[in-house]
């Protein structure tokens, strides 16, 4: 273990300072400042309160990370931190971090990729990932299925949402129930207590001709606004309960089986599940139950894992550094929409 790269990982994509130490595929320290609570009156994310509250938190959160993992800064092999995809301004402030604590520890820089990072995260928690990895990524942001030969290097989009992503849609319906910001925790509480099977809500994108692969969560959340709005109108009550169980199973129908479908139409006999909806009760049985079915080993993160964090940013530095991939240059830039088929910025981009 002593062998293996210790890597600090920075994560400011969006509204969550994350700060991570990892040793190999061991994790050392995952510490977190969340700007959840400023945004929470605006009803979603506010870019320039994000950045702002990224750079009140950074020092202190990296202090208590070194703290946790009983290390000093010095002691650290490399810097990792998210490059991109993710909110401009607050990439920048985790991006201009890591650059100034890899240049005063004369350590390398890695930029890398925040959805990467999901997957990779999950050799903390469940080991090295197989070569090709299958990976479901799920978040307020993104709905992806990715195939990964090699996730330092070779990341390949099979299938992507057209529209909303699945945290989105979550976010959304949870403002047309009256529930509050952010919306998936909310939504998969109230589940629990309702019927599933109560409204049959349309899922997008699963005809015969459809893409395959891809997601659309638009016209779901249309149809349960239309639905809510007209039990309004004619005066009725609003089971919410019901609604939000029935809500959350279209989507987790929908991602569960292109999921699946991926799997053995690709010759992958496992599913590795990602991003802040993969924290969801629901998808997790969902997965669990059709790969089981199919044959299909099923790899989720414990659900702290699952949100955004430094510790991923960390194992996918820590695997670069293992793999000796090129590190980032210091003028490497914050990329807002880095694609997924960039793992990693080596050497910076103009």
């Not at 959160?61 to 993992?69: F, H, S």
């Not at 979550?170 to 910001?181: E, H, N, Q, S, T």
């Not at 199973?249 to 690709?266: G, I, N, S």
Request: aromatic share 4%; charged share 20%.
């Amino acid at each position: 273990m002593a062998d293996e790269p210790l890597v600090l990982g920075i994560e400011t994509s969006c509204d969550e300072t994350g700060v991570g130490i990892v040793r190999g595929h061991t994790l050392l320290a995952d510490a977190v400042a969340s700007s959840v609570d400023d945004h929470a009156r605006y009803g979603g994310v506010v870019p320039e309160i994000a950045s702002r509250a990224h750079l009140e938190a950074m020092v202190p959160t990296i202090e208590r990370a070194l703290k946790e993992a009983g290390v000093t800064a010095s002691d650290l092999d490399a810097v990792a931190v998210t490059a991109g995809p993710g909110l401009a301004g607050a990439l920048l402030v985790g991006v201009s971090a890591a650059k100034a604590y890899a240049y005063a520890l004369g350590k390398p820089l890695y930029g890398v990729n925040h959805l990467a990072s999901h997957v990779c995260v999950d050799q903390l928690e469940h080991g090295p990932l197989p070569e090709p990895t299958m990976a479901l990524l799920v978040s307020g942001g993104h709905s992806s299925l990715l195939l990964a030969p090699d996730i330092t290097a070779d990341v390949r989009p099979l299938g992507t949402t057209i529209d909303d992503a699945a945290g989105e849609a979550f976010d959304k319906i949870a403002r047309v129930l009256g529930l509050g910001f952010p919306g998936g925790p909310v939504i998969d509480r109230l589940a629990r207590e309702g019927d599933r099977d109560a409204v049959r809500f349309p899922r997008g994108l699963t005809g015969p001709r459809d893409a395959p692969y891809d997601f659309s969560f638009s016209g779901l959340k249309t149809a349960v606004a239309r639905w809510v709005e007209a039990r309004r109108n004619a005066g009725e009550d609003v089971p919410v309960a019901d609604v939000a169980a029935s809500f959350q199973e279209a989507v987790t129908d929908v991602l569960t089986r292109k999921a699946v479908r991926a799997c053995r139409e690709e010759g992958v006999d496992h599913l590795m599940i990602g991003g802040g909806v993969a924290a969801n009760s629901r998808l997790r049985a969902m997965a669990e139950e059709r790969c089981a079915a199919a044959g299909i080993t099923l790899r989720v993160p414990r659900p702290g894992l699952c949100t955004d964090n430094g510790a991923m940013v960390a194992a996918l530095g820590a695997e670069m550094a293992a793999r000796g991939r090129e590190p980032s240059a210091l003028g490497l830039p914050a990329d807002s929409s880095l694609p997924v088929t960039e793992p990693h910025v080596p050497g910076g981009r103009p």
